[in-house]
């Protein structure tokens, strides 16, 4: 079964930009991914193919037009169609590897990518679009917002990443950041290995990785740490 995402936006070229390389590159060869886009313009009824308007109320900048976007969202999306309809904004609940993973074991997505100020709150009621953010900074478009969710969803992909055990200690997958790592050569700098990580006790090594783990999390991200089973 492939994944299908289609992405609605002013900006179809942009797709599929990085995830035409790589891993994510090779998955859209096989056919395990698909990636379609949909120019919104196309769906601009009036005679300059206008896809945004003044704020109502006033204020700086434009607004993507409900009725041009609902259009596009009905030809991308029909009702029996199962994926869920995200709109990238930043006032999205933030995108986490949780939801990552739920996205990577359904049938795929669809993506409205905002511009301008935004878009019509009557089409993100009426089409109920899921709002997801990527961070707490302001970009000037959804489509690179767009790229990177999928690049994250594309990634746990059944057969996308060379084995099948990377991923599973990953930051975040544990609820934790993930612990340093190191290769050879064994002096680098003056800079050695910790002695650890060349003892072949890997018993000893899994207890060290923990260790590492839970220390960075409580340093960088305390907050990841409020619940977690091993948090003291
Ligand atoms: N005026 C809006 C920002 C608009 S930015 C506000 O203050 O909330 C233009 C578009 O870029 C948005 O519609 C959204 O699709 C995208 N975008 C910007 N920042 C984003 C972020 N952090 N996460 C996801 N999408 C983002």
Known sequence: MSFRATVLTLYPEMFPGHLGHSLAGRAIE???VSIETL???????????SVD?????GGAG???K?????AAIDHASAESDRR???LMSPRGRPLTQSRVRELAEGPGVTIVCGRFEGVDQRVIDARGLEEVSIGDYILSGGEPAALTLLDAVIRLLPGVMGSAESGGEESFENGLLEYPHYTRPAEWEGRTI???LTSGNHAAIRKWRHEQSLALTRERRPDLLAGHPDAD
Do not use: C, N
């Open 39 to 49: 120019q919104i313009r196309d769906f601009a009824s009036d005679k300059h193919r």
């Open 53 to 57: 308007d003044t704020p109502s109320g």
């Open 62 to 64: 434009m607004v993507l």
């Open 30 to 32: 096989r056919g395990d």
């Open 194 to 196: 910790p002695e650890i």
């Open 84 to 86: 869920p309809r995200l």
């Open 66 to 70: 409900a009725d041009v976007l609902a």
